[in-house]
């Protein structure tokens, strides 16, 4: 990908100093009663950088409408939603730092609620660290949105997870037919995959944020009662976006 930014916070600029290290940080957003499952919400960011995420950086504030829509959903029936703050705000090539974090916070749930089923939602790079730590052993679905994806990112994490992938069409960020060859490539491995195209859609989901919620939160929210045996009724708009046989979805 030629943008240093993937996730957009801000183009390539000057040289970066040194920056003081920084731990991840966790976000809770509980249900008021026993927790039966988690979601995780993972931020995008940069494709190189060791500077620090703060709270205010666009790409953790993209996802807080998500983490909220979530948790209005899914709070009474045992849900609750986790949000991820990387320690940097980089993917730096081999350390692919989001992914540690991930697989971090990812360790803190399992701790915490030995057991529960965890659903990850990420955004840019956040779906790519999304497809990538799905073969944590309690990860049982994952929506990436607007996934910074390659031809070389492999299929093997997402085997028998359920897969939704949400690209906007207008997307000049990340690639839109990178996404749809691995949906594609992992169709065969995953326990299910489905890719929905947003006509006129961009990176920063500022056009049918309507649609970008609403197929994020009905996809957890099924995954969750098909796994927790919870009783949900979903809203009828989702089952129209997103019908049960249909891989691929243009709306």
């Given at each position: 990908?030629?943008?240093?930014?993937?996730?957009?916070?801000?183009?390539?600029?000057?040289?970066?100093?040194?920056?003081?290290?920084?731990?991840?940080?966790?976000?809770?957003?509980?249900?008021?009663?026993?927790?039966?499952?988690?979601a995780l919400v993972l931020h995008g960011g940069?494709?190189?950088?060791?500077?620090?995420?703060?709270?205010?950086?666009?790409?953790?504030?993209?996802?807080?409408?998500?983490?909220?829509?979530?948790?209005?959903?899914?709070?009474?029936?045992?849900?609750?939603?986790?949000?991820?703050?990387?320690?940097?705000?980089?993917?730096?090539?081999?350390?692919?730092?989001?992914?540690?974090?991930?697989?971090?916070?990812?360790?803190?749930?399992?701790?915490?609620?030995?057991?529960?089923?965890?659903?990850?939602?990420?955004?840019?790079?956040?779906?790519?660290?999304?497809?990538?730590?799905?073969?944590?052993?309690?990860?049982?679905?994952?929506?990436?949105?607007?996934?910074?994806?390659?031809?070389?990112?492999?299929?093997?994490?997402?085997?028998?997870?359920?897969?939704?992938?949400?690209?906007?069409?207008?997307?000049?960020?990340?690639?839109?037919?990178?996404?749809?060859?691995?949906?594609?490539?992992?169709?065969?491995?995953?326990?299910?995959?489905?890719?929905?195209?947003?006509?006129?859609?961009?990176?920063?989901?500022?056009?049918?944020?309507?649609?970008?919620?609403?197929?994020?939160?009905?996809?957890?929210?099924?995954?969750?009662?098909?796994?927790?045996?919870?009783?949900?009724?979903?809203?009828?708009?989702?089952?129209?976006?997103?019908?049960?046989?249909?891989?691929?979805?243009?709306?």
């Amino acid at each position: 990908m030629a943008n240093s930014s993937i996730g957009g916070d801000g183009g390539s600029g000057p040289a970066e100093t040194p920056a003081v290290a920084r731990e991840a940080v966790l976000s809770v957003l509980a249900s008021p009663g026993p927790t039966r499952g988690i979601a995780l919400v993972l931020h995008g960011g940069k494709s190189q950088s060791r500077k620090p995420v703060e709270a205010r950086h666009l790409s953790p504030v993209r996802m807080v409408p998500f983490a909220r829509h979530l948790h209005r959903a899914g709070r009474k029936h045992g849900l609750a939603v986790w949000s991820l703050r990387n320690s940097v705000r980089g993917w730096n090539g081999a350390d692919m730092s989001p992914l540690q974090d991930a697989r971090w916070a990812l360790t803190q749930i399992q701790e915490q609620h030995p057991g529960v089923p965890v659903f990850l939602v990420g955004h840019s790079m956040g779906g790519l660290t999304a497809v990538c730590a799905a073969d944590h052993p309690s990860v049982e679905a994952v929506v990436a949105l607007a996934p910074w994806l390659r031809p070389d990112t492999p299929v093997s994490a997402v085997a028998d997870r359920k897969v939704l992938i949400v690209h906007g069409t207008t997307d000049r960020w990340t690639s839109p037919s990178a996404s749809l060859l691995f949906a594609r490539r992992a169709s065969a491995e995953a326990a299910s995959m489905q890719y929905v195209a947003l006509r006129g859609a961009g990176h920063f989901m500022l056009r049918k944020t309507r649609l970008w919620q609403t197929l994020t939160t009905g996809f957890v929210m099924k995954a969750f009662a098909e796994s927790t045996g919870a009783q949900i009724a979903l809203p009828t708009d989702f089952h129209r976006l997103l019908p049960e046989a249909a891989v691929q979805v243009t709306l």
